[in-house]
Every structure is written in structure tokens, then in C-alpha cells.
């Protein structure tokens, strides 16, 4: 009779992981985790500054389109600009009386500084503790016939007045006159949730027929 021996069993491996192996996965794990997270983040911070500059050219456009509606009327002989271009006064055409033109009352747009920055100016400084220095808002003034206002509306807030680049004052509103071609800039400029400074500068320019 031949011996019988027991040379070995072949089976699966039951020890399981080793302790290296489990701290490999884990790292592996952890490093897919954060780098989500990191993406999420980034996502995040790009749609808030996305955001809040679709917001800033929303309103320019809007300012923009309302001044432009309205000087599309303007009487070229009543059109003024001040000194510092920032403001515009003008009347516009409601019509004719034998073959007269009959003038509106005097209408203005203009940049004025925001509440807490209007006693101060353009002194480089943040006035009402916004964390913004020196912020404009545009206006629109209507005058009865003795030259008193008797309609003021805002029609936008955060308009730029400090480069925080140069340290200098700029003008968020201007508007420019050669010949009947007028032309209107707007900057706007504000921070986001983080308290990143955002920039949005629109312009156009309408020809004066009237």
C-alpha cells in the first residue's frame, strides 16, 4: 500500500487585509474626498462673484436704458453737461403748438455720493462703513416750472468713485457730448459674500435728433 501524505490544501487567503493595506485605501479615500470638497468650494465662490456681477451689468443696463429712453426726446438746444460730466440736464419735445416746440420741464441725470458719503466727498475713505469708499449713486431729478425738484428717484447704488488699485478717485458715471453723439459709461463696483472687490463698467451712445 502506498503512504498517503497531505501535501497542502489550495483555498482562499483567509487573514484578510493587512494593516498597510487598509491605511493605503484609506488615504486613497481621503484624497477623493477633499479634492470633491475643493471642487465644490471652488464652484461655489466662482457662481456667488458670477452672480453678483450678473446682478451690477442687470442694473446698469437698466440705468442705461432709462437715461437713453428718456434723451431720445431731449431738445439738443437744452442739453447741458456739467464740469465734471457727471450730470446732464436737458428738456424734451411734448409736442407742437402752432408749429412751435413745447419744451418739457427740466429733467436731470446724475451721480451723487451714497448716504454716509455724501458729507465727506471724495475724501478716500469709507464714511459709512460698507467696506466700500467713496460710492456713488446715479439719480433722476425732475423740476416743476419755478426750477424746484418735486420728482427724485435712485435708480442704482454702488457706483464706483475709488480705484483701490491706483488709490485714486474715478468717475462711475460719465457722460460726453461731441456734436449731437452723446456717450454714457457706467461703472459699477461692489463685493461679494467673500469680500472680493467685483467690477462691471457698461456704456453706450445715442445720437440727439430733436
Do not use: C
Given at each position: 500500500?502506498?503512504?498517503?501524505?497531505?501535501?497542502?490544501?489550495?483555498?482562499?487567503?483567509k487573514?484578510?487585509?493587512?494593516?498597510?493595506?487598509?491605511?493605503?485605501?484609506?488615504?486613497?479615500?481621503?484624497?477623493?474626498?477633499?479634492?470633491a470638497?475643493?471642487?465644490?468650494?471652488?464652484?461655489?465662490?466662482?457662481?456667488?462673484?458670477t452672480?453678483?456681477?450678473?446682478?451690477?451689468?442687470?442694473?446698469?443696463?437698466?440705468?442705461?436704458?432709462r437715461?437713453?429712453?428718456?434723451?431720445?426726446?431731449?431738445?439738443?438746444?437744452?442739453?447741458?453737461?456739467?464740469?465734471?460730466?457727471?450730470?446732464?440736464?436737458?428738456?424734451?419735445?411734448?409736442?407742437?403748438?402752432?408749429?412751435?416746440?413745447?419744451?418739457?420741464?427740466?429733467?436731470?441725470?446724475?451721480?451723487?455720493?451714497?448716504?454716509?458719503?455724501?458729507?465727506?466727498?471724495?475724501?478716500?475713505?469709507?464714511?459709512?462703513?460698507?467696506?466700500?469708499?467713496?460710492?456713488?449713486?446715479?439719480?433722476?431729478?425732475v423740476?416743476?416750472?419755478?426750477?424746484a425738484?418735486?420728482?427724485?428717484?435712485?435708480?442704482?447704488?454702488?457706483?464706483?468713485?475709488?480705484?483701490?488699485?491706483?488709490?485714486?478717485?474715478?468717475?462711475?458715471l460719465?457722460?460726453?457730448?461731441?456734436?449731437?453723439?452723446?456717450?454714457?459709461?457706467?461703472?459699477?463696483?461692489?463685493?461679494?459674500?467673500k469680500?472680493?472687490?467685483?467690477?462691471?463698467?457698461?456704456?453706450t451712445?445715442?445720437?440727439?435728433?430733436n
Amino acid at each position: 500500500m502506498f503512504d498517503r501524505k497531505i501535501i497542502g490544501t489550495i483555498g482562499k487567503d483567509k487573514r484578510g487585509f493587512s494593516l498597510l493595506e487598509v491605511m493605503i485605501v484609506s488615504l486613497i479615500f481621503s484624497v477623493i474626498i477633499l479634492a470633491a470638497f475643493g471642487m465644490m468650494a471652488v464652484g461655489i465662490d466662482i457662481e456667488d462673484s458670477t452672480v453678483t456681477i450678473g446682478d451690477m451689468e442687470d442694473r446698469s443696463r437698466m440705468v442705461l436704458e432709462r437715461i437713453v429712453g428718456e434723451l431720445q426726446g431731449a431738445i439738443m438746444d437744452t442739453v447741458i453737461i456739467n464740469a465734471t460730466n457727471d450730470m446732464i440736464i436737458f428738456q424734451v419735445n411734448e409736442g407742437y403748438v402752432g408749429g412751435e416746440v413745447q419744451a418739457s420741464t427740466v429733467r436731470m441725470f446724475g451721480l451723487e455720493y451714497d448716504t454716509g458719503e455724501d458729507m465727506f466727498g471724495n475724501d478716500g475713505l469709507d464714511n459709512n462703513g460698507n467696506d466700500m469708499i467713496d460710492e456713488g449713486l446715479v439719480v433722476r431729478v425732475v423740476e416743476d416750472e419755478f426750477g424746484a425738484p418735486v420728482d427724485t428717484t435712485t435708480l442704482a447704488h454702488w457706483i464706483r468713485g475709488y480705484d483701490y488699485r491706483t488709490r485714486q478717485t474715478v468717475q462711475g458715471l460719465f457722460f460726453g457730448l461731441s456734436g449731437r453723439n452723446l456717450t454714457i459709461r457706467l461703472e459699477m463696483q461692489r463685493r461679494d459674500a467673500k469680500g472680493r472687490l467685483l467690477q462691471s463698467i457698461s456704456q453706450t451712445s445715442i445720437r440727439i435728433r430733436n
